[in-house]
């Protein structure tokens, strides 16, 4: 908003955000530089007008999509968290832990093998939605488990397989070295 009086050249100028008013003697013999004066505000104020409306409609438009990306459900998968990519870990026995977009609510599982040794073994689920929730997961491969970490590189690789709500099936490996 804003308001202009010229009162030498009795011109009244005011812009109220709905409209211009202007109020005067009218007899159109204004200094050349009043007009281009009140030329400059007017165009002023109605790029001011149109960039208050933009901001609040990209306001408004950043809350939805906000609200959106909430909403909508992350495609399916699987990451191995422990150990790390490239971290060297002992021979023998490893107990591997992850996570995926599994929870309570969808009909998926977790499985891992070491250096693509068949069949993969089930995880355990531990995520907050109980059995079936392979939100968080871990394995174990004992000393007494086929699949063990031999000295050198090793790759580890886990499986999310899901039935509901859609047939999907999403792989995540990563490398390990064996140190004795």
């Not at 790029?47 to 959106?68: D, G, L, M, P, R």
């Not at 459900?73 to 992850?98: A, F, H, N, Y």
């Amino acid at each position: 908003m804003f308001k202009l009086i010229a009162i030498s050249s009795s011109i009244i100028v005011e812009d109220l955000s709905m409209g211009i008013r202007m109020i005067g003697n009218h007899d159109h013999n204004l200094p050349l530089e009043s007009k281009r004066l009140l030329i400059v505000i007017l165009i002023f104020g109605i790029f001011a007008s149109f960039n208050w409306i933009n901001y609040t409609y990209a306001q408004e438009a950043s809350k939805v999509s906000a609200t959106q990306n909430t909403t909508q459900q992350q495609p399916p998968g699987v990451r191995i968290t422990s150990p790390t990519k490239d971290e060297q870990v002992p021979v023998g026995e490893l107990k591997i832990s992850g996570i995926s977009t599994d929870d309570d609510s969808t009909d998926c599982q977790v499985s891992v093998n070491i250096n693509d040794l068949k069949p993969l073994v089930n995880a355990t689920a531990t995520g907050p939605g109980g059995v079936n929730d392979y939100s968080n997961w871990t394995i174990t491969f004992d000393k007494d488990s086929p699949q063990k970490i031999k000295p050198g590189i090793n790759d580890l690789s886990s499986k999310l397989s899901c039935v509901n709500p859609s047939n999907v099936t999403k792989f995540y490996s990563i490398n390990v070295t064996g140190a004795p």
